[in-house]
């Protein structure tokens, strides 16, 4: 057993983990490769950081996979990624059903071509009784939709008399949300030295972790998975309060 792994705290682990996958073109661009090249090596380390967090039996890992924003890159770049998109979940919904991981969808799914949808959904049901890690794919997602979204939502359900103005609080705002299912992640991981949230889960990172790596995505493995939690573990996460308080 790796000793990075052997020393994680077992009974410290977020429950759950979102990460900003970034770096991918870089990375083939520094070995004289097309942005897609960087794009499909991508996908090995989403292989291998689902099945990492699969064995620490992490409750929820939430991967950024294309962003609102990301819609507007060279036509050639988000086709090839649709593509990589539709072939990779047809190849790994067996796998994903055997480990008993349950799929799940955030962002505006309207947007994609309807091939693309419509591999989601099967992927969707066939894991959807599946009661091990939830992997939740942020796919055409923007925090900023998001809330704006809810916002909406929220605002009819209070125009045709189903909710109060004063009933909205804190629990009833995250009924709206895309991530109504899943608890807020403790851990949020970017790699490839970018230091932003770029639109990523605006509203539940509020008191999340943030792990910054150098380490471009196509290179991102579980050593630095556990890396990045070790770190966590080595926080103090005070919540306004002062350290003297938590003790
Ligand atoms: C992240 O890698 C993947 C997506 C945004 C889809 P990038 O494609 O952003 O790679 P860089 O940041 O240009 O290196
Ligand atoms: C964020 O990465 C979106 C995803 C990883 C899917 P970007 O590479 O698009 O972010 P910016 O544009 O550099 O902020
Ligand atoms: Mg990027």
Redo the contacts with the bound molecule.
Sequence with gaps: MSSLLQNIDKERLPRHIAII?????????EQGQD?LY??YH?VESVRDIVEGCAELNIGYLTL????TE?WD?PEY?VVG?MELLVSTIRKEVESLHKNNIKLHVIGDLNMLPEYARQELKEALDITKDNTGLNLVMALSYSGRWELLNAVKSIANEVKANRLAVEEIDQTVLQRYLATSDFPDPELMIRT?G?YRISNFLLYQLAYAELYFTQV??PDFRKENLYEAILDYQNRERRFGKTSDQLA
């Design positions: 996958m970034d770096g991918n073109g870089r990375w083939a661009k942005r960087g794009h991508g950024y996979a294309f962003s990301n890159r770049e990624l490839s970018e471009r995505w």
